[in-house]
């Protein structure tokens, strides 16, 4: 088992600029860099990007160099955002969605070539939401300690536990993508487990104000003019967390902000009978509240939508019966049911048949899922194939 070498370093564990610039140059020379975050998500508006974890192959091949970087302090990380958006460097990640989308706006970077050992595990068997100890242990018989998981990043100094915790994080990050990547070649579906990686490259943590209101709870129970206000107030309360960088319900409740929307009150008063908001958030934000109702009450109604594409009560037995189907396939061809189809795309494509429309554009009936598995949905929903279990106990189409 190869040990972890750690960066020397005058100041401690925690990674210096110019041990960064190398670092980059080092990833550039090999062609590969794995990468992890630590971040804190409570009590703001966005995450704070508070440890930055990578590992670079070494020469001699005993080990990744790992690094350390604090991004609480001032520290030049250039260099790496610039590596981060050469499409000629693979980024490594596990689980990444969330640190591409972090690293992107903190670091003001694009990331390409992504690698995520988590999804591609999926393409050979394993669960499409299998943890980064779980799948190395399946597949390299490694075992990884988290003792420090659920810890305040954000605080300083940070432990020896904490950055022990951060570097394991990353020690065989390398090593679990060589033993993925060999066995989508063996399987030769490497191809389509870097299609699904492309698609994080866009991941991002940013929010649009304006469309907010359509993720509020029992939205659908407003009449077009309170959705017209439900929408101002709910980009009010998005540009007010953040600027004061804070979690959205902490400027306004959504059961309160939807109150408002049905009562759209017009002055103070009528403001303070509405329920769940405290006198102190009048006094502070009466003013900006009332502005907001005022706005969406001049604003056009948003009428009720007709649900899009979406089933109804009679499209749940063909629903269920194509998830078996392709349930069936998936585990005839050792891949994550999740990478194939949801729920929701399910019901697009049978509501779709059933009123004789167009196909929908949804994963499943494009690419590699659709030679898997495209064929066997559409003669199954048109009638032309029934399912039986077959004499070796599966589902088989005939």
Not at 371 to 383: F, I, K, N, Q, Y
Request: proline share 5%; aromatic share 4%.
């Amino acid at each position: 088992m190869h040990s972890p070498t750690m960066p020397r370093s005058d100041a401690g564990p925690l990674a210096t600029s110019d041990e960064l610039a190398a670092a980059a140059a080092a990833a550039r020379a090999h062609g590969r860099i794995g990468i992890d975050t630590e971040f804190m998500s409570e009590g703001r508006y966005r995450a704070l990007l508070c440890l930055v974890q990578i590992a670079v192959d070494s020469e001699n091949g005993a080990g990744p160099h790992i690094f350390l970087i604090d991004s609480l302090d001032e520290i030049d990380v250039t260099p790496l955002a610039q590596l981060l958006g050469d499409p000629g460097i693979e980024v490594v990640l596990h689980a990444g969605r969330q640190d591409v989308a972090i690293l992107r706006r903190a670091w003001n970077t694009e990331i390409t070539n992504i690698f995520d050992t988590q999804l591609a595990a999926g393409f050979v068997g394993a669960s499409a939401q299998t943890g980064y100890g779980n799948l190395l242990g399946a597949m390299l018989g490694r075992r990884v300690g988290k003792t420090a998981s659920y810890t305040r990043w954000d605080a300083r100094p940070l432990t020896a536990e904490q950055l022990s915790y951060a570097a394991e994080d990353v020690a065989h990050l390398l090593e679990l993508a060589d033993e993925v990547q060999r066995r989508l070649r063996e399987s030769g579906r490497d191809g389509w487990a870097r299609e699904g990686c492309r698609r994080l490259e866009s991941a991002t943590d940013e929010r649009d104000p304006y469309s907010a209101w359509e993720r509020l709870p029992r939205i659908g129970q407003l009449d077009p003019r309170a959705r017209a206000v439900a929408r101002e107030l709910a980009a009010w309360r998005e540009r007010t967390a953040s600027e004061e960088d804070r979690p959205v319900g902490s400027v306004l409740a959504d059961p309160a902000l939807v109150e408002l929307a049905k009562r759209h009150p017009s002055n103070l008063s009528a403001l303070e009978q509405i329920r769940g908001i405290h006198p102190s958030g009048i006094r502070r934000r009466g003013a900006a509240i009332l502005e907001a109702v005022a706005a969406g009450m001049q604003a056009t109604p948003i009428p009720r939508d007709e649900p899009r594409g979406r089933s109804d009560p009679e499209d749940a037995p063909l629903i269920v019966l194509a998830e078996s189907v392709l349930r069936a396939r998936a585990l005839e061809a050792g891949l994550a049911y999740e990478l194939i189809a949801s729920r929701g795309e399910l019901e697009l494509i049978v509501a779709a048949t059933r009123r004789g429309e167009a196909e929908p554009e949804v994963r499943t009936l494009e690419g590699w899922r659709s030679e898997l598995v495209g064929a066997d949905l559409r003669d199954l929903l048109a009638g032309r194939k029934a399912v039986s279990v077959g004499p070796d106990r599966r589902l088989a189409l005939s």
